[in-house]
């Protein structure tokens, strides 16, 4: 089993940047692809960025293009999550995923580990 702990979040000021972290432990394996989710209040979860098992390849939603950076260091089992420009349609509970295949994948139902989540609220 693998277990996934989110940090980093908090509150910021529109137009700020934040820093989320997921540390991975247990029976890891630096051939997992990893990605972040968020859910906002009343709305169902989405994806944000995903990056394959080397970091050489990412993908980000469109809302979020330009303005976040998934990236990740294997030494470390740790994954981040770089946002900047934060707008306050960025409020969520944000989650980081890993996925028993080294491909990034955006549903949520090609990850099988999940952390508990990090609260960002940014204020206009």
């Known amino acids: 089993q693998v277990q996934l702990v989110e940090s980093g979040g908090g509150l910021v000021q529109a137009g700020g940047s934040r820093r989320l972290s997921c540390a991975a432990s247990?029976?890891?394996?630096?051939?997992?692809?990893m990605g972040w989710f968020r859910q906002a209040p009343g709305k169902e979860r989405e994806f944000v960025a995903a990056?394959?098992?080397?970091?050489?390849?990412?993908y980000y939603a469109d809302s979020v293009k330009g303005r976040f950076t998934i990236s990740r260091d294997n030494a470390k089992n740790t994954v981040y999550l770089q946002m900047n420009s934060l707008k306050p349609e960025d409020t969520a509970v944000y989650y980081c995923?890993?996925?028993?295949?080294?491909?990034?994948?955006?549903?949520?139902?090609?990850?099988?580990?999940w952390g508990q989540g990090t609260q960002v609220t940014v204020s206009s």
């Open positions: 247990g029976r890891t394996r630096s051939s997992y692809a």
């Open positions: 995923a890993a996925r028993d295949a080294s491909t990034w994948a955006v549903k949520e139902f090609s990850y099988a580990h």
């Open positions: 990056i394959n098992w080397s970091g050489a390849l990412t």
